[in-house]
């Protein structure tokens, strides 16, 4: 049973590596229309990177703060762990997973942001007056890949 079912999954997580993709020239597209989508991708990677560093940082804060407080405690009682804890954050490398942690959290916001603005602003088809005519969207399903077009 457990191999039918992995074999199930693994059938299953190869069917989009089947599908078709189509294939054209982007020098046909507006440079404007490429511009939004280099800074919607540009901010598709610094959610990614500032998202890494948020946890990264995060996770030095854990480690440093248990260390300080399990190399300090003498096994007996807890209420001073719980206060070698509290210390720790006090601690110079706990500051700086702590400042680690804040520029990633920022960072991923304004990532965020960057993301949804040009995202927007790239599917808009626009006229020669600058007017918004029509919203370009794309709708991937398993199997099947179309465009919409919003009046």
Not at 21 to 32: C, N, Q, V
């Amino acid at each position: 049973m457990r191999r039918l079912l992995i074999t199930v999954l693994m059938s299953l997580a190869l069917i989009p590596s089947f599908a078709q993709t189509p294939s054209f020239d982007t020098s046909s597209l507006s440079a404007e229309y490429q511009k939004y989508v280099w800074l919607k991708n540009t901010g598709v990677a610094g959610i990614v990177v500032f998202g890494t560093a948020w946890l990264s940082g995060n996770v030095i804060c854990m480690v440093e703060q248990n260390r300080y407080a399990n190399d300090h405690w003498d096994g007996v009682n807890v209420e001073d762990f719980v206060t070698l804890s509290n210390e720790a954050k006090k601690q110079k490398s706990y500051k700086v997973g702590q400042a680690v942690s804040i520029v990633g959290f920022a960072g991923t916001l304004l990532s965020g942001y960057v993301t949804s603005t040009f995202n927007k602003k790239a599917k808009e088809i626009r006229n020669a007056n600058g007017e918004v005519l029509a919203l370009l969207g794309m709708d991937v399903g398993l199997g099947y890949m179309g465009l919409n077009l919003t009046f």
